[in-house]
């Protein structure tokens, strides 16, 4: 373990929860921080436990990722909607917290951000970027340190991928240059928020789906935090879904948080909420909303076709273009996407013939279907990341030698859907060719199918191989 894994591991131990009394032979645990949806300090799920270590015989010759920012103090949203309206009604309130028992650390709790500091990277975020450019350089010894590392302009983006190419960096004097790619709204295609750009996605998406089931869950809920504050605070189902919050943002601003103390949410109303996160990316930017797959498949297209080009072999070219690693940094609605139009966890993967039409089904607001593959906090962790490697491979027994190509979800390697003929979870080159055209027949076209008005739009994402 890197020294960094080992401070990052610390912090998230001093966060779970301790169990008082463990019976004889129970081994159930349970840390909140997993179950955190888009509010989760960055972890590896190993879903599956497929191992990261490149198939026998091969060994990476490129790669590229697309990596959400690191820990940010709160989004906007969340802020405005659950944390902050909480906040105030406690500043206002008579209740004694010290006399109720689970709830007393509120008596002396100060919030652990002001407005200023919303969307803001923290200093975990600071150190999960820098520690995944030092991951990535042990993950890679024999590919060439990149001179160039791509990210939208917003703050925490930016900030984020300035912090892995300082960590990522052989030393000060060579440093490796961030590309800002501007946030616009009518760029085609052709940036890392390209859902921006696409008149047909709203970012309010799968709220009302959502809101379904967080009334339905956090209504008992509410009803025992009342309970115990008979003062009159009227916990409401906001609340409870902000205190939830809380757990992750005061995590990644403090490195623990007593929203998180099993004796304030059970491990099954974590399950609850991490479900209704699930709901609404699965309607926001999963395989519930048709444009998903078409916003994601730009990014996919134009990675693999770095990948798949032949090594530069002219010398008089750019060399600043011919990168081993492209690293890009976005928002948490892309990643998503992008697993869409690879056909990675999909809930509807093994249902055959009518399963995409009943992929909402897999859904239900009325219960959770704990056997979904589509867990948002596998997905869009804090700095959350999707990697395609080109492997080359001699010796791989029982395979021919070659071009591999291979998708690794936050270190996990997934086998592609029909595309798995080479070693480990790989997919040989002609195959991953075949993929991609099947793969483009379904989400090409982003202007048309987004509707886009304005004029200039592009269908595909060129940001690679223009030249700074
Ligand atoms: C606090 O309570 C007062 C009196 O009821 C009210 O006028 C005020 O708006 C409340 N402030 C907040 C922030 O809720
Ligand atoms: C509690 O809050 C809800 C939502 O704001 C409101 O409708 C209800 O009247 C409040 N109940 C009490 C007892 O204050
Ligand atoms: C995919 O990328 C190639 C270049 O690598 C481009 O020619 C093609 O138009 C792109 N297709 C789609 C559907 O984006
Ligand atoms: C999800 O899986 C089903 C069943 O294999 C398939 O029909 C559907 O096309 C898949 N969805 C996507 C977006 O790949
Ligand atoms: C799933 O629900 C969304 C939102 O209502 C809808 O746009 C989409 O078409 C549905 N998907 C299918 C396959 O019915
Ligand atoms: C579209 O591109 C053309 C040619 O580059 C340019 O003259 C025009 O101003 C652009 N239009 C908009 C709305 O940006």
Not at 221 to 246: H, Q, W
Request: charged residues 20%.
């Amino acid at each position: 373990m890197t020294a960094l894994a080992h401070i990052l591991t610390l912090l998230t131990a001093a966060a779970a929860p301790v169990t008082a009394l463990t019976p004889l032979y129970s081994t159930y645990t349970f840390n909140p921080l997993e179950h955190l949806a888009g509010v989760a300090p960055y972890f590896e799920p190993q879903d599956p436990p497929t191992s990261p270590d490149p198939p026998r015989g091969c060994s990476p010759a490129r790669a590229a990722y697309l990596v959400r920012h690191a820990a940010i103090y709160a989004n906007d949203y969340d802020y405005e909607e659950y944390i902050e309206p909480f906040l105030s009604k406690l500043e206002n309130t008579t209740v004694d917290w010290a006399k109720i028992p689970s709830l007393d650390f509120l008596a002396g709790w100060k919030p652990p951000f002001s407005d200023k500091e919303v969307e803001l990277l923290t200093r975990v975020g600071r150190l999960e970027a820098a520690q995944l450019g030092v991951s990535l350089s042990f993950r890679y010894p024999g590919l060439k340190t990149p001179s160039q590392v791509w990210t939208s302009s917003a703050e925490r983006t930016l900030k984020s991928a300035r912090a892995l190419a300082r960590a990522f960096a052989v030393d000060d004097d060579q440093p490796i240059d961030v590309s800002s790619i501007y946030e616009s709204k009518e760029a085609g295609a052709d940036s890392l928020t390209p859902y921006k750009s696409c008149p047909a996605y709203s970012s309010s998406a799968g709220s009302d789906q959502s809101d379904e089931y967080v009334q339905k869950f956090t209504a008992p809920i509410a009803a025992r935090l009342n309970s115990l504050a008979p003062g009159g605070f009227n916990f409401t189902a906001d609340d409870v879904y902000g205190m939830m919050e809380l757990c992750g943002y005061e995590t990644v601003v403090r490195g623990s948080s007593r929203f998180c103390d099993p004796d304030l949410f059970s491990p099954d109303e974590w399950l609850q909420w991490e479900y209704s996160a699930d709901v609404q990316y699965h309607y926001n930017s999963g395989y519930g909303n048709p444009i998903s797959g078409v916003v994601g498949l730009p990014w996919l297209n134009a990675t693999a076709g770095l990948l798949l080009s032949s090594p530069q072999t002219n010398a008089a070219s750019d060399d600043r273009k011919a990168q081993d690693l492209y690293i890009s940094f976005t928002h948490r609605e892309l990643p998503p996407m992008v697993l869409v139009a690879m056909g990675l966890f999909n809930n509807s993967e093994f249902d055959g013939a009518l399963a995409e039409a009943r992929i909402n089904d897999t859904m239900p607001l009325d219960r959770i279907n704990h056997r979904r593959a589509w867990k948002s906090s596998h997905v869009l962790p804090f700095l959350s990341n999707i990697a395609v490697e080109r492997l080359d491979c001699t010796q791989s027994y029982g395979f021919d030698d070659g071009e591999y190509y291979r998708v690794l979800v936050n270190n996990a390697p997934q086998e592609l859907p029909a595309c798995g003929d080479g070693p480990g979870q790989s997919c040989s080159r002609q195959g991953f060719e075949e993929y991609l055209r099947t793969r483009a027949e379904l989400f090409s076209g982003f202007s048309d199918k987004c509707g886009v008005k304005y004029d200039n739009s592009t269908d595909t994402l060129g940001i690679y191989s223009r030249s700074k």
